[in-house]
């Protein structure tokens, strides 16, 4: 079977640059893929953070406003609720999402048919 395969490289070269060319152009489609994923996570993740400090400050001020004397509002407890529910809502779906998977889980995969058919011929 390796004659064989290395016949077919001698006699046929253009094959394996075609076959390598699929590969990379794989590999690069799976990178930008996972590229893409990765920064919607991080910029999900930076919505998250700040909304989360922003609800820990609007509920500071207003507990600096109340402890100061100004009469209890329900601004006081619904302003900071909105930046919570956002942190809430991102934190969440970054934690139960599953949109990141291996960076080359395509190519590997095609590598591993690949070796499966030699096998397959060698037999």
Do not use: C
């Not at 942190?87 to 070796?115: A, K, Y």
């Amino acid at each position: 079977m390796i004659p064989s395969l290395v016949r077919m490289m001698i006699r046929r070269p253009e094959w394996l640059v075609d076959h390598l060319d699929a590969y990379s152009e794989l590999a690069r489609e799976d990178l930008r893929h996972f590229r893409a994923r990765l920064l919607s996570r991080l910029a999900l993740g930076l919505v998250a953070l700040g909304s989360g400090l922003t609800a820990v400050i609007l509920a500071g001020v207003a507990t600096l406003m109340w402890a100061g004397g100004i009469p209890y509002h329900w601004a006081f407890v619904i302003v900071p609720l909105v930046p919570l529910a956002i942190s809430v809502g991102t934190t969440l779906h970054l934690v139960t999402g599953r949109d990141i998977d291996e960076p080359l889980g395509r190519t590997w995969d095609q590598f591993d048919n690949d070796l499966a058919l030699i096998r397959e011929i060698r037999k």
